[in-house]
């Protein structure tokens, strides 16, 4: 699990490096966000942009968590 966690992490110094990146996709699938079908929502831990299907929303802090900052 410590492994898996490591390489997503790096996979996100990377990706986040890349201009613009994460405006436009998902930093945990890469999926491109659209305005209906895919919205972006940040991730109030590592504050990345993230996708529905990456995220569940948080009803005690009131905000989206990203998959990888819950197993974490």
């Not at 990456?54 to 197993?71: F, G, L, P, T």
Request: net charge positive; aromatic share 8%; with cysteine.
């Amino acid at each position: 699990m410590k492994q898996k966690l490591d390489e997503e992490g790096n996979k996100c110094n990377i990706l986040s490096k890349q201009q613009k990146f994460n405006e436009h996709c998902c930093i945990r699938c890469c999926s491109p966000f659209t305005f209906l079908i895919n919205s972006k929502r940040q991730c109030q831990d590592c504050k990345y942009n993230i996708c529905k299907s990456c995220s569940s929303y948080q009803k005690k802090e009131k905000a989206w968590i990203c998959s990888v900052c819950q197993q974490a």
